[in-house]
């Protein structure tokens, strides 16, 4: 039975990673595409426009994302109404927010880009709004655990943003806002199927109250419940917000836009492991938050445990490939962009503890206990400013890396203490702290020596000691990939 559930389990992963490897591999388009229309400077105004963005979305969201995605199996919820109590609230506030900014945009412009017109204001406006809907919309499809259409989703998205970046770059030239007007096209037009969609399947769905067990749950009117859930949330993903934008802002504020480009650029070949992230925060969030309303304690409890063994194996496995193969990454960036190859080390660790707390953190989220990670954030927000204003100024962009990496291990070992104190799992923390030690070592060396065969000889060498750390672990996924592969025979 616990073969068969995990089977499904990597299954079920798979149909949303298919989509997110094209994406990937699309990516790989995209990045020296721009890459070599923008110079280093566009390219960090791009990276500047993301950031800028973000925090409106943060504000407007009011958390009601995370409400949608802890009400959604509950007995007795009418989806469709629970759908628009969490649309709604947003989608005003982020017309009032939008307001403000078009008010004070020239002064935010200016800082921001260096420049301010209309042809700045209409992308920055059209994608946060943009940005709400698309959030529910695809949640929606996450909820539904439809991998396969939010794979293919998402490979359009890129597929459009690569199209839209070739036409808007013969009329602009190297220019930011072709990248500006690339994103928000395609996220509209993805956008807009999402909607047609949702709405063509729930056309007969009524909007009422939630009732379970014969009492009333409604969330009606201002949604109070939905609203004390969600805007909790606010704090912590602004905290997260600035946690992976204060080291842009630093080597902006302490350099200037071409070296931000190039940390920007850095950031973009993180999408390796970031889309392995986005898959498994897509494949994960539903899939935790079932297990722990219909599964029973040890059950739950097991089950989690057992996943992050694996996932902390293949997370550091993915760090060690990426630093080793780094030259052969930055190579598809261009000439301009290849001091990116001593920041990738320690940037390395930043998504790969960011997918390891979407595991370990699913306890405070469980008990609704979101002040545990605010004071994650709040330790961990002090560190990358002490460490960014040290070593930016120095340093520059590998600084900035290191800063944010040792940003992480605080925020992923504070949030982690707090979650398992709200929702007690043995995980086997001491094994991934060896794991993650080989690695930061590694990650000095590289950072030190730059690149070549000696440096990723030692890097095979060190995961290699990593493999027999958790040799029973490889077992297991080397079974799981072997099984997986007979299957695939069989079918064909």
């Known amino acids: 039975m ?53 925090v409106i979305y943060i504000f407007a969201i009011l958390g009601l994302d995370q409400a949608y995605i802890r009400y959604f199996y509950k007995d007795g919820i009418n989806r469709k109404t629970l759908f628009f109590q969490c649309l709604i609230p947003p989608f005003i506030l982020i017309i009032i927010l939008t307001g403000i900014y078009i008010i004070f945009s020239r002064p935010f412009n200016l800082f921001l880009f260096g420049e301010s017109d209309l042809s700045i204001m209409i992308p920055v406006v059209g994608y946060t709004v943009i940005s709400v809907f698309e959030r529910f919309l695809f949640l ?175 997370c550091i496995f993915a760090a060690f490939m990426l630093t080793v193969f780094r030259d052969v990454v930055v190579l598809i960036l261009g000439r301009d962009y290849r001091d990116a190859v001593r920041i990738i080390p320690f940037l390395t660790l930043m998504p790969v503890l960011s997918i390891l707390f979407e595991m370990t953190g699913q306890g405070v989220k469980f008990k609704g206990k979101i002040r545990y990670f605010n004071y994650a954030s709040l330790a961990a927000i002090t560190i990358n400013l002490i460490g960014n204003t040290l070593l930016v100024p120095r340093y520059k962009g590998v600084g900035a890396a290191l800063a944010t990496a040792v940003t992480y291990v605080v925020y992923f070992a504070i949030g982690t203490y707090f979650s398992v104190k709200c929702y007690p799992v043995r995980y086997r923390l001491p094994r991934f702290a060896v794991s993650l030690a080989l690695y930061a070592g590694y990650a000095v060396y590289a950072t030190v020596s730059g690149s070549g065969i000696v440096c990723a000889l030692i890097g095979t060498a060190v995961f290699a000691v990593c493999c027999l750390v958790n040799l029973d672990t490889l077992k297991d996924l080397l079974g799981y990939a072997l099984k997986f592969a007979a299957g695939f025979g069989k079918k064909k």
């Not at 890459?35 to 963005?53: H, N, P, Q, W």
């Not at 494949?283 to 029973?296: D, G, R, V």
């Open 2 to 54: 616990e073969k068969a559930r995990s089977e499904s389990l990597l299954t079920s992963f798979i149909k949303y990673f298919y989509g997110n490897f094209v994406v990937l591999v699309l990516g790989l388009v995209q990045l020296p595409l721009t890459t070599r229309v923008l110079s280093t400077d566009e390219y960090g105004k791009t990276t500047m426009f993301i950031t800028a963005v973000t």
């Open 140 to 314: 929606n499809i996450r909820m539904e655990q439809n991998g396969v259409l939010y794979s293919n989703l998402n490979i359009l998205t890129k597929a459009l943003n690569i199209s839209f970046i070739i036409l808007l770059a013969y009329k602009l030239g190297s220019n930011f806002r072709v990248v500006m007007y690339a994103m928000t096209l395609s996220l509209g037009v993805v956008t807009l199927i999402c909607a047609v969609r949702f709405l063509f399947i729930n056309r007969k769905v009524k909007i009422t109250p939630h009732e379970a067990d014969g009492k009333s749950i409604t969330i009606t009117g201002s949604g109070k419940e939905l609203l004390r859930y969600g805007i909790p949330f606010i704090p912590m993903l602004l905290m997260e917000w600035l946690l992976s934008s204060m080291d842009k802002w630093s080597i902006k504020i302490f350099n200037d836009f071409s070296e931000t480009g190039i940390y920007g650029s850095a950031m973009q070949i993180m999408s390796i492991i970031l889309t392995v992230k986005i898959t498994f925060v897509a494949f994960w969030s539903p899939i935790a938050m079932e297990k722990y309303e219909n599964a029973s304690k040890e059950e739950c409890q097991s089950f989690f445990a057992d996943m992050f063994d694996k996932v902390q194996f293949l």
